[in-house]
């Protein structure tokens, strides 16, 4: 029997909360693309909570855009006997443990295997799991991970299906190897920030005169990229890439972003034909499953560069997509795959194949978790900020508790304790569906409209 350790702080986790959260954006057509003509940009959202008396709550969430949130919901209440009556020492001082557990619910993973709804739900509890971690560090938690120890983060892997790419001891000397120099690179971090790119000039339900002037804006505010949809309708969008070229000038990189709307030979035809207007990289071109179709419009494309990884299901893919020399910008999800255990997985896997990271963001509050994933491979993995950026989209960070902060086109280094992904008490009141304060107005509004 261990001998018991009176230090030890005896917490356990004794709630699970899930709420559905979602924002009305469809009818301004903000994140309106070639595939999503009407997203209502959504969170399902979990709080583990404890009896420990600091008083230090687990938020997490994935993102979804409407009606799939119910189903998220319901995903993330599948795995709350996992989570109740667990140590809150135990769960902070080995989040891959929990991690490793919900992976391995043999029900469950029927379901994927490691992908999908079940595995974004375990995304969000696992990314909970790290938001207490940090908090209880006192630590934001991109400092959390670059201040740990190499052999640490190592063990919070799963290599399993990876060693054929990546094995623990190579993972072991890039960890290494990464914290030379860490802290003069920490100390620009917090000086000057992380770039970033915006995509707000560029939803598809944009008329010209208004993707025009917030190109304009986004040059002016300090970016060096702007992103645009494409993919609905080849004349619209070279009319469209012409007026942002006009607007930004021959210096900022465009990308284009095809939310999968193509088969192989359409958008290696379609990417050719924009490509009078220097687009940095066409992402998402086609299924994100295809990893031979991205290599093959990448062959055929080149120097436009292809991106991926939004949609990107885990670690597998990802390796596949690297071994297979199917993309040049590889474009993590904080929400999308399992959470922080497997985003490091796939941060190492990048920084093997020396592809840059150019994380997706946007939606709800995935400006605000994935900033700290990109800012620890900063300072303690690559070491570099050479072609990387963060995509940035500028709206609902105010339904956060620290908000993403952008400063003349950089994330400002978050510095309060956690992963940035507490939404205000206010916020979840009022945009819970559909009983919350929005929504229920809103649905007495139709009943009357069609009454
Ligand atoms: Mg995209």
Known sequence: MATPNPARDPARVIA???????FPTSRELDGSDAMNPDPDYSAAYVVLRTDAADGHEGHGFTFTIGRGNDVQVAAIDALRGHLLGRSVDDLCADPGTLSRDLVGD???????????VMHMAIGAVVNAAWD??????GKPLWRLLADAEPEWLVRQIDFRYLTDALTPDEALTLLRRGREGADGRRTRLLERGYPAYTTSAGWLGYDDDKLTRLARRAVADGFRQIKLKVGADLDDDIRRCRAARAAVGPDVRIAIDANQRWDIGEAIRWTRALAAFDPYWIEEPTSPDDILGHAAVREAVAPVKVATGE???NRVVFKQLLQ????????LDAARVAGVNENL???????????????????VGLCELVQHLSMFDYVALTGTTEDRVIEYVDHLHDHFVDPVVIREGHYTAPTAPGFSATMRPESIARYTYPGGGFWAADLRDREEQTA
Do not use: M, N, Y
Request: charged share 20%.
């Open 311 to 313: 949609h990107v299901h």
């Open 106 to 116: 043999s029900q469950l993973r029927w379901l994927g295997p490691e992908k999908g």
């Open 324 to 331: 297979a020399g199917a993309l040049d910008i590889l474009q």
């Open 345 to 363: 997985a796939i941060l190492l896997l990048a920084a093997k194949f020396e592809v840059p990271v150019c994380p997706h963001a946007g939606g």
């Open 132 to 137: 207490l971690a940090a908090k209880r560090a």
């Open 16 to 22: 699970v909360d899930t709420h559905d959260i979602r």
